[in-house]
C-alpha cells in the first residue's frame, strides 16, 4: 500500500494541525474529519488516547464523519 500524500487533501488535513493535536495521536473528531475529507467509506478506530476515554468517542467522530464507523475493542476480528 502506498502512502497517502496528504498535499493532495484540503490545506485542513496539514500535518501539524490534525496528525499532532494530541501529541501524535488524532482526537475521534479529528480522525473523523480527515476520514469524511478523504471520502472514506468506512473508518475503524483503535488505540484510544486515555484522555478520549471519557467520552462518548462515537458522538465525538460522528459531529465530523458521516460514513460506517467501527470503535474497536480487544480480540475484534474484521472481515473485508
Do not use: W
Not at 496528504?6 to 490545506?11: E, G, K, R, V
Not at 501529541?23 to 473528531?29: A, V
Amino acid at each position: 500500500m502506498k502512502p497517502i500524500d496528504f498535499s493532495a487533501f484540503s490545506p485542513e488535513l496539514h500535518f501539524n494541525t490534525i496528525l499532532f493535536e494530541m501529541g501524535g495521536h488524532l482526537t475521534p473528531s479529528s480522525a473523523g474529519r480527515m476520514a469524511a475529507l478523504a471520502g472514506a467509506k468506512r473508518l475503524v478506530l483503535t488505540h484510544f488516547y486515555p484522555e478520549c476515554l471519557g467520552t462518548d468517542i462515537a458522538d465525538q467522530c460522528r459531529k465530523t464523519y458521516d460514513g460506517k464507523l467501527i470503535l474497536a475493542r480487544d480480540l475484534l476480528a474484521i472481515s473485508f
